[in-house]
């Protein structure tokens, strides 16, 4: 079965940088995209960033563009994103999910990890 564990989040100070991991298993990278979400408090589910299988191409939310990475490594199976210059309001629980380009862009893939906190506060 398919299964995504994230890590790497904890407490940082605005303008720090941390680097979450999702670690797949059950199926073969090379062949889903993973997509990293967010969800703070008292807001909706919002998309973060994803990476394409196919051809490497890396999609962003404009709250993260030029601030966070994606990144993969289909030997280790594990997707990566690289968070600098943290604000506040990227203060959320990270989920990483897979399942098809169009699904996961869409919100609506069927795997999903179980989510790592980010907290950014001085």
């Known amino acids: 079965q398919v299964q995504l564990v994230e890590s790497g989040g904890g407490l940082v100070r605005p303008g720090g940088s941390l680097r979450l991991s999702c670690a797949a298993s059950?199926?073969?990278?090379?062949?889903?995209?993973i997509g990293w979400f967010r969800q703070a408090p008292g807001k909706e589910r919002e998309g973060v960033s994803c990476?394409?299988?196919?051809?490497?191409?890396?999609y962003y939310a404009d709250s993260v563009k030029g601030r966070f990475t994606i990144s993969r490594d289909n030997v280790k199976n594990t997707v990566y994103l690289q968070m600098n210059s943290l604000k506040p309001e990227d203060t959320a629980v990270y989920y990483c999910a897979t399942d098809t380009f169009s699904r996961v862009v869409a919100g609506t893939a069927n795997y999903w990890g179980q989510g790592t906190q980010v907290t950014v506060s001085s």
């Open positions: 990476i394409s299988s196919s051809d490497g191409s890396t």
């Open positions: 059950g199926f073969t990278l090379d062949y889903y995209v």
